[in-house]
């Protein structure tokens, strides 16, 4: 296990910054705890996203609708007959 981890804002790379102090205001703590708790977090809303739009109370359109809004930059669903994620 690494004792640090760097995370490089050079070249293209200045989103990460932004999104890092973002996350340090959304959770109010600092930067690396931030990162850590961001981490945790997407695989557990993924995981619930997964599981809202398996259900068979909903209209294939509603599945459609939710997935559309969960979708990011890095992570989108699609919804057809299957639900399937797509990073």
């Known amino acids: ?3 640090s981890l ?3 804002f050079d070249g293209g790379n200045r989103y990460r ?18 990162v850590a ?3 945790e977090d ?9 599981s809202v739009l398996q259900r068979s109370d909903l209209t294939l359109k509603q599945r459609q609708e939710i ?7 890095a992570t989108s669903f699609d919804v057809s007959l299957e ?5």
């Open 42 to 50: 997407v695989v557990e809303i993924v995981s619930a996203v997964e």
């Open 37 to 39: 708790y961001a981490c």
């Open 67 to 73: 997935a559309e809004t969960f979708s990011t930059r």
């Open 6 to 8: 760097r995370i490089r």
């Open 83 to 87: 639900v399937s994620k797509q990073t």
């Open 17 to 34: 910054e932004d999104a890092i102090e973002k996350a340090s205001r959304f959770y109010d703590k600092n930067k690396s705890d931030a």
């Open 1 to 3: 296990m690494a004792d």
